[in-house]
């Protein structure tokens, strides 16, 4: 790793933080980690600057790579911190809109409603009397979140170059994705677009609310949106719980993420406490949507699949499909991962309505996968920070209430959604055209087969199989037809020196003749009956294995 002088500041900077929190088994296993730790990182992280608050929240997604206890203390993280002055905000404003803030709004607070490393957020009203809310992007801060990533940048591909861990986790990935994730959030009118995108998602939830970006207003560094009046959840007290129906509002704030995850592929991907207010007509409204994540849709099948399994209480199914989404290491243990996999669902099968928390459950099987040679994928502790954070939101709104049962409920309801739309005359129409092209290709395509096996030049590229498999096929073929040989040609011998007149006889015939004749019978019986044994009665238990290899190379 080279060292660049004017990062020297902040080299120091992490390696005192990496002293100090850097214990790779304490900061992974639970029975090693404390909650006095883990609160200390995140205080050590917020010291840090905005860059490294955003890095802790990223690192809350990650349950594979950190203790629940530290992935809880990290999802509470709170992005708070000094306000910057009216003057500076005055100016920006100004400069981006090209409109001095008395001229271009009724009412402008100079009192900001929050401020967070990133920016701060001031009320006001625009001239034709619509509240909103106005987000004005930090000074400066975009310099020096991007030299901060250049420095973190650094020290993963040192990690994943000399560390065992980090060949393991692959941390020069992570960063990427950190990048191209907290760019975006300095990018307010992709924030805008998300807003728009989010409301379209949630139209038909009543009870949820998405605050509507005013497009003349918003520029890359200022956005303004509609004003929302609520109580942040995270200060919403127990007394507070009396005056709404809490259960109905987790259960459809549920449902609204699931769709999100499993539906749409466009996911709100911070749903913390702090980002969830509770409206004065008893509504959910969902702020900050700068960091938002897609699903394509074969992960989408693959994780509907995943939260069946989980719901229902059926670990190997759950174990199958966490192999199959994961990518496999060198030092994948299929048996311990399996084992431990079925142990975790049949332990949460028996936790009381209440206690069970999804979003940890899905962590957990995150960090068991990542312990026993598996890489989770991306969209995998997405899930789990976002049902973590969900888990919160609902203890808050309705501590009784059943995450478990809104899974089960909503993921069949999805289940029926998919199968409806697969069946529908758009796709039935799509199929049948894939069917015409195909129809109309295949003459031709026989035809260049064909040529090509005439000509000698057919290749076969198969993918998927089990090497040994193969190998243990082949052997057996050749000894097969070696033994063939063998016997037709004792057959043939047999019968040329049967008409050579000789002094030893057995039965009339030449003795030399009979034995080549008997030997072949013999050796022609004994490929019969192996044959018979060994490929028409296969082994059920050689026939599992060779389907689980074939599984675990993607057939």
């Known amino acids: 790793m080279s060292l660049k002088p004017r990062h020297l500041s902040r080299y120091g900077d992490i390696a005192r933080l990496l002293i100090k929190h850097g214990r790779a088994e304490g900061l992974r296993h639970e029975d090693e980690a404390t909650a006095e730790d883990a609160e200390k990182l995140v205080h050590d992280l917020e010291a840090m600057g905005p860059t490294f608050i955003k890095l802790g929240q990223l690192l809350s997604t990650r349950a594979d790579l950190l203790a629940p206890v530290y992935i809880e203390a990290l999802a509470r993280l709170q992005d708070d911190v000094e306000p910057f002055s009216f003057a500076e905000i005055e100016q920006i404003v100004t400069d981006e809109l090209g409109v001095r803030i008395s001229n271009g709004f009724q009412h402008f607070d100079h009192e900001p409603l929050a401020s967070a490393s990133l920016g701060q957020v001031h009320r006001a009203v625009l001239r034709n009397g619509r509240p909103v809310a106005v987000k004005v992007q930090r000074p400066g801060v975009r310099e020096k979140v991007a030299e901060d990533m250049d420095v973190i940048e650094e020290l993963a591909a040192f990690l994943d170059d000399h560390t065992k861990t980090g060949r393991q986790f692959g941390f020069a990935g992570m960063v990427e994705e950190f990048r191209t994730a907290i760019t975006a959030e300095l990018e307010y009118l992709k924030e805008a677009e998300n807003l728009r995108t989010l409301g379209v998602v949630l139209a038909d939830y009543e009870r949820i609310v998405v605050p509507q970006p005013v497009t003349d207003y918003t520029t890359p560094i200022v956005l303004t949106m509609d004003f929302v009046e609520g109580r942040n959840l995270s200060a919403l007290g127990p007394l507070a719980q009396l005056d709404f129906d809490g259960t109905e509002l987790a259960d459809e704030l549920f449902r609204a993420y699931l769709d999100q995850i499993l539906v749409h592929g466009f996911v709100h991907a911070d749903p913390h406490p702090g980002n969830v207010l509770l409206t004065a007509d008893h509504r959910l409204a969902l702020i900050d949507l700068g960091m938002v994540t897609r699903v394509n849709p074969a992960m989408q099948d693959e994780l509907v699949r995943l939260l069946i399994a989980i719901s229902e209480s059926k670990g190997s199914d759950v174990a199958e499909v966490m192999a199959g989404i994961a990518e ?155 033994t063939g040989v063998i016997v037709a040609a004792l057959i043939i011998g047999g019968a040329m020196i049967m008409r050579v007149e000789t002094d030893v006889e057995l039965f009339g015939y030449s003795a030399l003749a009979v034995v080549m004749l008997v030997v072949a019978a013999v050796a022609g019986m004994w490929l019969v009956v192996t044959s018979v044994r060994h490929d028409v009665r296969q082994d059920p238990a050689a026939r599992s294995r060779s389907v689980r290899s074939l599984r675990r190379r993607g057939a």
Do not use: W
Not at 330 to 346: H, S
Not at 400 to 422: E, T
């Open 328 to 482: 496999h290491g060198d030092d994948y243990d299929e048996a311990t991962f399996e084992g431990r996999i079925v142990d975790l669902v049949q332990r949460n099968q028996s936790v009381a309505v209440g206690d069970f928390r999804a979003g940890v459950v899905v962590g957990d099987l995150a960090r068991i996968a990542s312990e026993c040679g598996l890489r989770p994928p991306s969209e995998l502790t997405m899930l789990a920070k976002a049902l973590l954070n969900l888990d919160l939101v609902a203890a808050k709104l309705a501590p009784d209430f059943d995450p478990n049962a809104a899974i089960r409920d909503h993921v069949a309801d999805v289940m029926g959604n998919k199968m409806r739309q697969a069946a529908s005359p758009a796709n039935l129409l799509s199929t049948a055209m894939d069917a015409k092209e195909f129809a109309e290709q295949l003459p031709g395509r026989v035809n260049k087969v064909m040529d090509a096996l005439s000509r000698g030049e057919l290749t076969l590229n198969v993918q998927g199989i089990d090497e040994q498999e193969l190998m243990r096929g082949i052997q057996k073929l050749a000894n097969r037809v070696t």
